[in-house]
């Protein structure tokens, strides 16, 4: 019988700019309008940023004034939270364990940031988005060693291989997926098998192929000086 690792109640969410662990259930074009960039990966945030660039709610209070160190740290810690989908409770976790092993912090979040299931399976080009590729995860499309996994923050270690199981390799899902798969280069961490639908992690993922759009510096000194 095909064992199964299940998620648990507390599912990835969408927060906005609050230190809460709510779910952000609002536009997430919102979010892109505010930080300026597409968070998520799909080309209509792409397409509603070149149409509407400004933040939303734009005015000239907004225009006032430079954001304090503070709010700067603030911003890019929410921003890095949209991007991997993750509560305020999940990311300080992976923080204060970060901080507690020897070593840079920063690269530590990263590698541990990068090395969830779901942004695994996204890094692989199995899926669009990361969104896309937690809903992959939650319906359990995806199994680790043998082992079906509906947990998107499951942690892979080198040597593991995550492939698509059989009953799920036949879904038209796959087919738009694996036809960018064509244009797009994996990280030399992942091993990727296309044809398959299976990749194998070769590494621990390094500091050129974590995510570039963040400053992970002031996330640590947004969280430091708690």
């Known amino acids: 019988m095909e064992g199964v690792v299940r ?9 906005f700019l609050k230190q809460t662990s709510m779910k952000y ?29 400004q933040g939303p709610g ?61 942004n695994v399976i996204y890094r692989a080009g199995f899926a669009l988005t990361r969104t896309q590729s937690r809903q992959f995860v939650n319906h359990g499309l995806f199994t680790v060693n043998g082992v079906r996994v509906t947990v998107p923050s499951y942690r892979v270690r080198g040597g593991d291989k995550i492939v698509v199981r059989e009953r799920s390799k036949t879904s038209p899902v796959f087919n738009p997926i694996l036809q960018e798969h064509e244009k797009y280069m994996p990280p030399k961490w992942l091993k990727v098998d296309a044809h398959n639908l299976s990749v194998e992690i070769l590494s621990a993922p390094d500091a050129e192929s974590a995510e570039q759009a963040v400053d992970i510096r002031q996330v640590i000194e947004f969280y430091s000086r708690r």
């Open 58 to 118: 734009k005015g000239p209070r907004d225009r006032m004034g430079r954001k304090s160190e503070y709010a700067q740290q603030l911003a890019e810690k929410q921003k890095v939270r949209s991007i991997y989908g993750l509560s305020e409770k999940q990311f300080h976790r992976i923080y204060k364990e970060s901080a507690a092993v020897v070593g840079q912090t920063g690269e530590m979040m990263k590698q541990l940031l990068e090395r969830r299931l779901d």
């Open 7 to 15: 998620a648990g109640a507390a599912a990835c969410n969408f927060p």
């Open 25 to 53: 259930t609002g536009p997430k074009a919102k979010i892109c309008r505010r930080f300026g960039t597409n968070l998520f990966g799909s080309d209509k945030y792409d397409k509603i940023l070149q149409r509407k660039p």
